[in-house]
Structures are given as C-alpha cells and as structure tokens.
C-alpha cells in the first residue's frame, strides 16, 4: 500500500525522505508542492530530479477525501461532504466573512460525546479521522475554491469545529495542526487557529506544551448539575477543572483570553440568573463570550432562546465588562451552521438507534 504523504508534518517528512535516502531539503520542496500549490501529481512537481518523481510514484500518494456532494448557502456560506470510506462521510464548511474567510474542519467520523443539543453527537461515532484526512478538508478547500499563492488567501482561518470532539483525536489533530501553522505549510499564524472543545482536561494540558493556538471552550452551562445534563463529559472533568485547566492554558495561548462559547437553548440556559452564575463562575479566567442561537434540527428535543432572552443575556455579561458576540447564523438553509453537521456516520454504537426510539412517539 502506497504511503499517503499527507499524513506527514515537515519533521515526519524529512525523516521520511532520509529513510529513502534523501536530503532534507526534498520534503521541504514536496511540502510546498502539496500544500501550497495543491499538487497531487508528483508528475507535476517540476524541481524535483526525474528519480525521485518516479520513486514517489512506486511508493507514495497525496490521498485527500473525495466530495460526495456539495452545497451553497444563500449568504455563500458553502458545504462539502467528503468520503472518508467505508460509507462515512465528513463534513467541512466555508464561511466568508468581509474581513476574512473561515474554514470549520471536522476531526472525527461523528462524534464520541454525547452533547444532547449537537446533531453530530446524535449521528454516533464511528472512528477518528487521519492526519491526511483533516489536512485533506483544508487542501481539497483550498483546491476547490482555486487558491493558489499567487491568490489573495480565500481561507484565512481554520476553526477545528466541525464534527467531533478535536482533543479526543489528539496526535492526528495537533500534527494537522502543525501543517496549518508551518511556513512551507499553509503558513498560517496560532492566532488564526482555533481548537474549540467540551473539556477534555488532560488533553487541553498537553495541548499547551506542544500546539497552543487559540483556544474555544464549549462551555454551554454555568453550573454542574445543567453542564452534566447537556454536555456529559462535564460529569468526569467538572466545571472547577476545566477552568483551573483554561487559566494554564493561557500563559502559553497566543491569544490572552478563551473564548467560551454557549448554546442559547429556550428554557433550558438563557435566563438572568444563568448569566448571573456565568459570571461569577468565569471571574478568575480573562475570556470573551460567543453566544450561539441555537439551530434546530429533527427532534432535538430544543428550541432557540428567543431574541428577546439573547438580548438581556448578553446585556447581563457586556454590563460586567466582558465582550460579547451573538454568532450570526451562517448556512442554516443548508443545514451547515453550527451544531447542525452530520455528515454520513455508519455509527459504531448505536447511539442514533436509540436517539431515534427514544424521540418516537409512544
């Protein structure tokens, strides 16, 4: 079996080539040629010697996922479902803003977590995704939207939000996310880099040593008893370690502040006193806040927060000092805003089964 070449950061790379019998400065040329350029042909890769092109054909690829189908936004927001084999799909998403473009990369084939108001966690889990596969989700992008370097950069940020928990694909992620940030990469700075998660504490702690980017926690609840409810992996990593674990994080972060995002779901989080424990639970953690109108999809279970509800909680925290964004709902009409990715899962544990007997009418 061919090696996939995607998989490698720099480093890999040119121990890689050394192995063939190569130097260095080979791998730093196919690097460029696979990220920058978005070649897969190594036909094409015209300053490598004749040898080594034929080499790499007997013995390696460039591998990305293949779109399955494609779609388009009103507001251009855009949606591409990869295949990723065995009858699984991934899902990523492309949201153009005036002042940059944001590309939302999935880390999993669904999603091991259980957050009752996400319908990726209701699709079940299946296995977790390459590096080749959550690098490919940028390179195919990329490809698909004509980038080249001599192209104004159309994806200025990457966002690992899209389906699955980011920190439970730990290596496969952070050497995804070595790609990004590498200058013969995609050369993008730790600043325009985020990895949001549920709270997978240890993982967050490694993180910090060996790829602090910016940081979003998806907090969702300002006390145990709801966080244990909505977001279950708050019952073995609590509210109290998670923070403790964010104020770590910062002194290596590259931004001074985490972001937390929280789910507007009616009835269920949005009241004044809720925004009243938020803040007094993030007291000691420099943050910001994004609010996230809650998009619906079949029998969730939840319903958004009004606008009126919105509006008083995020008076409640931009009273106390704090910044505070409402995220615009980008995509919604083709089910591609977020907490709505799904993806095709041939999901290993049944948990779609049951999410679906349990919302049945009796």
């Not at 990305?64 to 855009?78: E, F, H, N």
């Not at 880390?107 to 590096?131: I, K, W």
């Not at 998806?218 to 709801?226: Q, V």
Request: glycine letters at 6%; charged letters at 25%; a neutral charge.
């Amino acid at each position: 079996m061919k090696t996939n070449l995607l998989d490698f950061t720099l480093p890999q790379l040119t121990d890689h080539f050394a192995a063939m019998g190569e130097k260095p400065f080979r791998a730093t040329q196919v690097m460029r040629w696979m990220h920058q350029m978005g070649t897969d042909d190594f036909s094409a890769m015209t300053d490598l010697a004749k040898t080594l092109r034929a080499k790499l054909e007997a013995c390696a690829e460039v591998r990305v996922p293949q779109l399955m189908t494609g779609q388009a936004s009103t507001d251009g927001t855009r949606k591409w479902l990869l295949d990723v084999g065995t009858g699984n799909g991934v899902e990523t998403v492309f949201i153009p803003e005036d002042d940059r473009g944001t590309l939302c990369v999935s880390s999993q084939v669904g999603c091991a977590l259980e957050c009752t108001f996400c319908s990726t966690g209701r699709q079940g889990f299946n296995r977790n995704l390459s590096t080749a596969e959550i690098i490919g989700q940028l390179w195919w992008a990329n490809k698909s939207m004509g980038v080249t370097p001599k192209n104004e950069r159309v994806i200025s940020n990457v966002v690992m939000m899209g389906m699955g928990e980011p920190l439970a694909n730990y290596d496969n992620v952070v050497a995804a996310m070595q790609i990004m940030l590498d200058d013969h990469g995609y050369g993008l700075s730790r600043r325009r880099v985020t990895l949001s998660t549920s709270g997978l504490v240890p993982a967050l702690d490694r993180l910090r040593e060996d790829c602090p980017v910016a940081l979003a926690v998806s907090l969702h609840a300002p006390n145990d008893a709801l966080r244990d409810q909505i977001v279950p992996i708050n019952k073995k990593y609590p509210l109290r370690e998670l923070l403790a674990a964010c104020e770590r994080y910062l002194q290596r972060a590259p931004r001074d502040f985490v972001t937390f995002e929280y789910v507007m779901l009616d009835g269920v989080n949005d009241t004044p006193e809720h925004a009243r424990q938020l803040l007094a639970l993030v007291k000691a953690v420099p943050c910001k806040f994004n609010l996230i109108p809650f998009n619906p999809f079949p029998n969730s279970g939840y319903a958004r927060s009004s606008a009126g509800a919105i509006r008083t909680f995020r008076e409640i925290l931009q009273e106390a000092g704090y910044v505070v964004t409402v995220r615009k709902t980008r995509g919604d009409d083709i089910d591609a805003a977020c907490g709505q990715l799904a993806g095709k899962v041939e999901d290993k544990t049944r948990r779609a089964v049951r999410w679906l007997s349990d919302a049945a009418p009796e």
